[in-house]
């Protein structure tokens, strides 16, 4: 079983430490209501404020979006298509609810392993 990091397991770290927290942790953008069987977007940005290397040895290789044990989509990342700088990488999901949603993001750096967002919790109408 792979370890699974968190902001929250660095936040009371030096600023150095919250940087690499911040850096490599998934953000999830959305709305908090969402209208049943209707399209509901949500984006995926890895980085709160500090933006993660996209080099060749160090990057992101994949985006995942979870509703509780659900995975609702997963984004391939191919490194070259960001360039080389560092970036906040960003993967939008749009699917059609049913219930309300508890949403976490996973993704993973090849160099420092598999993070996960903070839970979201998306109230659908009409339940
Ligand atoms: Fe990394």
Redesign the pocket.
Known sequence: MPRLFSFDDFATGSEKVRS?AD??SPVIICESEAERNKPFRVKVKIGKSVK??NAKD???EYIQLWNLETLIGEVKLQRASFGDDPVHIEADFTFIPKVSLRLTALAY?????LWRSEEVFVKVDGE
């Open positions: 690499y850096k490599h993660h290397p160090h990057h992101y750096c090849n160099k420092h392993g």
